[in-house]
Every structure is written in C-alpha cells, then in structure tokens.
C-alpha cells in the first residue's frame, strides 16, 4: 500500500499520490483559482481570439479533470455538488451528465455496483436518448442481481441503438437468468449476427436450447463453442449433459472424460 505523499500521512494515496482527504482540501483551494481566471480570460479584451479560446479549452480541461477526480473519491456524492461546479463554471447538461457518468462508471469498475447505480440513473435521467448510459445503468443492475431492472435498461438502450452486440449479449443473458428461454435465444440469435466468434455467446445459446429441450440446437451450439475455444472444460461438461438428456450415454461419457482431463490440465 502506498501512502499519501503529506508528511505524518498514513492513509492510502488514491489520486496523484494524496490521499482522497488531502486531494480535496487542495481542490478546495485550487477551484476558486480557476474560477477567478475564467473570469479574468473572459473580460480581458486585450488578448486576441485565438489565445483567448487555448486558454479556455485547457481551463475546460483541467476544470473537468479536477471535478471527476474529487467526485470520484466521494461515496455519497449529492446534486448540490454538481450544482456548486455548476455555479462556478457554468456546466452544460450534457458536461453535468458526463460527471455522473465518470463516477458511475468508476464504480462499476470497482465492482461497487449498487453504488455506481444513482449516479448512471441521473445521467439517463439527463439525457434520456443516452444508450450507453442506459446499457451501463442496466449492468449496475445485473451485477446486483436486479435482473428486471437490468432487463429494462438493456430493452431502453437497444431501441436507440439496436445493433448494440454488448447490449444484446447483456439482454441475452439476463433473459437466461429469469428463464426466458425463447427471448434469450433471440437476443442471443441477433448479437451472433453481430459478432459470430464469440464461444461465450455460443455456450448461452446451447444452454437456453438445452433449457427448452431442443438438444438438436442446443449440441450444435455447444459444438460451435468447442470449435472456437477447443481449451475449455465446461463446454465438453455441458455437451456431456445434453447427450445424456438424449440417452447417447456413449458421446456423454467422452464428453465427460474430455472435461476432466482439460480441469486436471489446469491444476
């Protein structure tokens, strides 16, 4: 663990070698700074247009730079926040949804999706046409295991962006999770359309036919994931089963036999 660079610091440093205490006590400083040379850029009529607009852009910059860092050290973000910001630097709506969104996201990588959920669901609320928005809203969900919730948000994104593969793919195996099978297979179905190399997506599609007990469809998916991931055992296993569930116990038991020889490979 490294600590924070501030002497007699024992805390972990997160962001530029500080602590999440010690970065905000500088971006308090640091803030009304910026906000007085905005000000004093957009009054000086003495510099010509083309500085005028550098300095700008590189204060938007630093500005959004700085606003996502500390946001992203705070649990319990509020809308006061992004109103202060708001106030001091004139956000647009789409620079405030683009805040929540960097914190959100943040979250979901930290796997903390339960926290990352109010940020991404203020963004879509920001801008309801925002599909990446909602598919990351929805993958809040799965990952907390609210899959109707999940469900809606990947049904929302795919009507503004229907050729979404890692949307679609998402919906598929949400669908498999609440046991609808048929949904599940055409969601599936149309992100094979998309992206056919995928052997995940293949192994999904035999194991929702295999749900519906249509072994034909569900051995040529599990075969098709084989074909494109030869290594793994899982996909030997569930073809194993399927074989079985048709009573040719001969092709389950090499199945079987394949599966355990690649999982003791690995040990």
């Known amino acids: 663990m490294n600590t924070c ?18 970065y905000t006590e500088i ?7 910026l906000a007085d040379k905005k000000k004093t850029t957009a009054d000086d009529e003495v510099q010509t247009e083309p500085k005028d607009r550098v300095e700008k852009e590189d204060l ?3 500005t959004k730079f700085m606003i996502h860092s500390l946001l992203a050290h705070v649990e319990k973000i509020t809308d006061s926040a992004v109103t202060s910001f708001n106030n001091l630097f004139s956000l647009s709506k ?16 930290k796997s903390k999706s339960q926290s990352a959920i109010p940020y991404l669901k203020k963004v879509v609320e920001l801008n309801p046409e925002d599909a990446d928005a909602q598919f990351k809203l929805g993958s809040a969900y799965y990952l907390k295991g609210s899959y109707d919730d999940a469900i ?3 049904e929302g994104s795919l009507k503004i962006d229907p050729e979404n593969y890692e949307c ?19 969601a599936l179905k149309k992100a094979e359309g998309i992206k056919p190399d995928n052997p995940n997506l293949h192994y999904r599609l035999g194991a929702n036919y295999d749900s519906l007990e249509k072994y034909k469809e569900a051995i040529g998916s599990f075969k098709k994931a ?9 996909y030997y296993q569930s073809l194993g089963f399927t074989y079985e569930s048709m009573d040719q116990h001969k092709e389950a038991v090499n199945c079987y036999k394949k599966a355990i020889s690649l999982k003791q490979s690995v040990k």
């Open 5 to 22: 660079m501030i002497k007699n610091c024992k805390i972990e440093a997160e962001e530029e070698g500080l602590c999440a205490q010690h």
């Open 27 to 33: 971006i308090k400083k640091v803030v009304p700074e």
């Open 60 to 62: 938007s910059a630093k």
């Open 94 to 109: 789409e620079q405030s949804a683009d805040i929540y969104r960097h914190v959100g996201s943040k979250f979901i990588n």
């Open 152 to 154: 809606s948000c990947f």
């Open 168 to 186: 679609l793919y998402a919906l598929g195996k949400t669908y498999g999770y609440k046991e609808l099978y048929d949904k599940a297979i055409a």
């Open 226 to 234: 084989i074909e494109l991931d030869p290594q793994n055992a899982d």
